[in-house]
């Protein structure tokens, strides 16, 4: 029985995230006493694949012909591929929320989410989040196969050099989904698996001020975001949005500018270590669960944050 990992691409390559799945699977066929298999369903080339065995992939399966939204396809192909796997590892994208529900039903296996543990022993049992991250939650798997999506950031990269063996397939059945247009958020970093996310709202009063909150990214090296109003009024696009509603953020930091701190936006966003918040009112809720708390006019404290810390990089 092998350990088989679904490998997303983006425009060809692999990100951190992907990598991650690997080396999670890797560390979980070691404890099985097995080997792991990579399946790529996007057009990635060798050169890109091979990654995969940086990571502990001994063998990877390429089928190039589907639509990173068909999640039809994408579960019958794996469910199909998966008779010699006991466990299934995702990243926990919107890509693998789309397809682990149908690969679930189909398998019959349990499907666990938001997982921060390795198991023990062959006994499936996990560590996940619940509860908007609030709460812990071990749970012990009883089916034959398991399904396991790692939350993005809790795991980490672990390098384990393996001879990597190519195999590319022709196209298995097709699903019935149509897809006539899609649109790729195009942020230099993303959101997902940044270790950085600088994050504004509405105390920016606008989007022509959005530019001292892109400066103070690049200097930090990270991505940028947005309260969820902010999104709904045009200000940002609604791939920036973050929160319980939007894209969860499990950064090393997580600096809000400007955010007040709605319990569905700090639901989404409290699994960061480290959180700074930088707000006129004193009474922001945000300030309750930051870590750190700047009280002051955003458009007088930023550009002085960027000035120090330019100054500490030189």
Known sequence: MSVLVYTESWGGNFRKSTFEAVSYASE???????????????????????????????????????????????SKIIAELSTDASVIVFSGTHTARMITPRLSVKLAAACITNVISLTESSEITIKRKSFSTKA????????EKTILSISPNSFGLIENQMDCLIERSDFIEKGS???EGQETASGKISISEAEIVVSAGRGLKGPENWGMIEELADVLGA???????VSDIGWRPHSEHVGQTGKPVTADLYIAIGISGAIQHLAG??????????????????????????????????????????????
């Open 136 to 143: 812990i939650e071990i749970i012990k798997s009883n089916t």
């Open 28 to 74: 979980t066929a070691k404890i099985l006493g097995t080997n792991v298999v990579a399946l790529s369903l996007e057009d990635v080339s060798d050169e890109e694949l091979v990654k995969l065995g940086s990571y502990g992939a001994s063998k990877v399966v390429s089928i190039p012909s589907v639509n990173k939204g068909d999640s039809q396809s994408a």
């Open 223 to 229: 991505a940028t975001a947005c309260s969820k109003p």
């Open 177 to 179: 989904l149509i897809f």
């Open 269 to 314: 966003v409290n699994s960061s270590k480290v959180m700074v918040a930088i707000n006129t009112d004193p009474e922001a809720p945000f300030f309750k669960a930051a870590d750190y708390g700047i009280i002051g006019d955003a458009f007088e404290v930023v550009p002085k944050l960027i000035q120090e810390i330019k100054k500490f990089k030189n």
